[in-house]
């Protein structure tokens, strides 16, 4: 038994003694000292750095940049508005400049959204005033010094009454339509034309186009500055890349069966909405270039439709009715206004859910989606002709303010003042002031903060021939309604505006807090 039991050690010796040298390297540098354990490189693999602490270390370093740039973000306010404000004393330092820097934040949100309003109606107003106050006493023809003072702008290039007029977001170029068949694209800084679009109609043999056929109703500019879209009586609607230069027809869509009488974008997008006398409204997607459907609800011809941010296009037609198309859930509201409100002309969104309507016997009216019945009417806003008001023509507005222009043919632009409040005393909408414009105004476009204005027109109305001011000349305008000094003095327009929403919405977060 003792013998076995020594052969047994004595295996047990030689295996360990293998596996021990089987744990030795020898790298082969005659040198005993220096070797290299096989244990303890596994070990070694084992403390390299893991994937989770790489991400680990790379999500702390994105959350430090987060906060480095939000730190630096709010001391270019601070500095900011340490400058504007060096002469205010420094006793309530700590809550002031917060509450400075709270409002500027959120005025800087809702102008990232679009849903920021201008106070634009009282600066315009007071740069008109102190206009007129630098005019002589005794000047008889107010429509002429305008013109000398350079605040008023004719451009000569349509032949026969301009009809529409567009005007791209950041007021660049504008684009003008006429009863002559032409387009023409214009540079308003230089306050030149910059190229045609279409050529004007001459006779010639053999052709098939009429002169009534081919005229231009209605033009409407995406606010990318993409493309120009062009109704006209034929019932076509044309697609111009205005980016491309000549040769620049892209599409023609067919389909309306009676005259394209108005065209609009939705904001920021390239949704774009027909009206014809047809009693359609279609509805098109310019970023593919193709028809999406067909609106039906009026009873008579459709006369203008506009929309703003939301996906609800708002449209007024020949059957007395103002109307809200709700895309999504396939269904419209429809506003009355009543036995004695006539058929309106022309419609601008001021808000996404506040609007105006002008009608062909002078009244203009301010709605809101939620009510049924105007808010707001003024009969005869631009003056009668014996017991009959005369019609608007034309209006628009800044998106998002309280300012608005309407035309006619009374021999003044008129100026308004829109208050959209959410009591009864403060809705509604004043005259504020007017600029001398002869003939009829078939079109308006108001410029980036209400720095100027552009115009179409002429001697005869949009549609027809039943009326003509001999006076007047087929003109494109451009009217300067603020001037440098102006713009200057209240540089930044949405300050005085943003502070009731920014307190509304600081109170309302306090609140859920």
């Not at 107003?125 to 630098?134: D, V, Y």
């Not at 004007?200 to 231009?216: I, P």
């Not at 009488?261 to 193709?290: K, P, V, W």
Request: with cysteine; aromatic share 6%; hydrophobic share 30%.
């Amino acid at each position: 038994m003792s013998g076995v039991r020594r052969k047994n050690a004595d295996s047990r010796g030689k295996f360990s003694t293998s596996t021990k040298r089987q744990k030795t390297i020898d790298l082969g540098w005659n040198n005993d000292d220096e070797h290299i354990d096989s244990d303890e490189s596994e070990d070694d693999e084992f403390l390299e750095p893991s994937l989770d602490d790489e991400d680990v270390e790379e999500e702390e370093t994105l959350d430090a940049k987060k906060v480095r740039l939000a730190r630096e973000y709010l001391k270019k306010l601070e500095n900011d508005d340490s400058d504007d404000t060096s002469s205010a004393s420094s006793s309530d330092d700590s809550e002031t400049e917060h509450d400075r820097i709270g409002v500027r934040l959120q005025r800087e949100r809702l102008k990232r959204e679009g849903t920021l309003e201008k106070v634009v109606a009282d600066k315009v107003n007071k740069g008109i005033a102190r206009f007129r106050q630098s005019l002589a006493p005794s000047i008889d023809n107010e429509a002429k010094a305008w013109i000398e003072a350079g605040r008023i702008n004719l451009l000569r290039g349509h032949d026969l009454t301009p009809t529409c007029v567009a005007l791209q977001s950041d007021g660049a170029l504008a684009v003008s339509g006429s009863k002559d068949h032409s387009v023409l694209l214009w540079d308003v800084e230089q306050e030149k034309r910059s190229l045609t679009l279409c050529q004007s109609w001459k006779k010639s043999k053999g052709s098939d186009v009429s002169r009534a056929g081919g005229e231009v109703l209605s033009v409407a500019c995406s606010d990318d500055g993409h493309f120009a879209a062009v109704g006209k009586r034929d019932a076509t609607v044309s697609i111009f890349d205005i980016r491309a230069g000549k040769n620049n027809l892209v599409k023609t869509f067919t389909g309306h069966k009676g005259p394209v009488t108005c065209l609009a974008f939705r904001t920021q997008s390239l949704q774009m909405f027909s009206g014809s006398d047809d009693r359609c409204i279609r509805h098109y997607n310019l970023s593919e270039l193709m028809y999406v459907e067909t609106l039906y609800g009026h009873q008579f011809g459709v006369t203008g439709v506009d929309c703003h941010r939301k996906e609800r296009p708002i449209s007024v037609g020949r059957d007395r009715t103002a109307r809200a198309w709700k895309l999504a859930e396939d269904t419209h509201l429809i506003f009355r206004g009543g036995a004695k409100v006539s058929a309106a002309d022309c419609v601008r969104v001021m808000k996404d859910d506040w609007y105006l309507t002008g009608h062909d016997d002078g009244c203009l009216g301010l709605w809101m989606t939620d009510k049924k019945k105007a808010v707001k009417t003024i009969d005869q806003a631009h003056g009668s002709e014996g017991c009959v008001g005369r019609g608007i023509c034309s209006v628009s507005s800044l998106r998002g303010s309280d300012f608005a222009m309407t035309g006619s043919y009374d021999g003044y632009l008129r100026l308004w003042k829109v208050m959209m409040g959410s009591t009864l005393d403060t809705r509604g909408f004043e005259e504020i002031s007017k600029v001398p414009l002869a003939g009829y105004v078939n079109g308006i476009a108001v410029g980036p903060r209400a720095r100027f204005c552009v115009v179409a027109s002429g001697q005869e109305p949009k549609l027809g021939r039943w009326n003509r001011v001999a006076k007047a000349k087929n003109r494109f305008g451009i009217i300067q309604l603020r001037s440098e000094e102006d713009v200057a003095e209240n540089g930044d327009e949405e300050e005085d505006s943003a502070s009731d929403e920014a307190d509304s919405a600081s109170e309302s977060d306090s609140s859920e807090d």
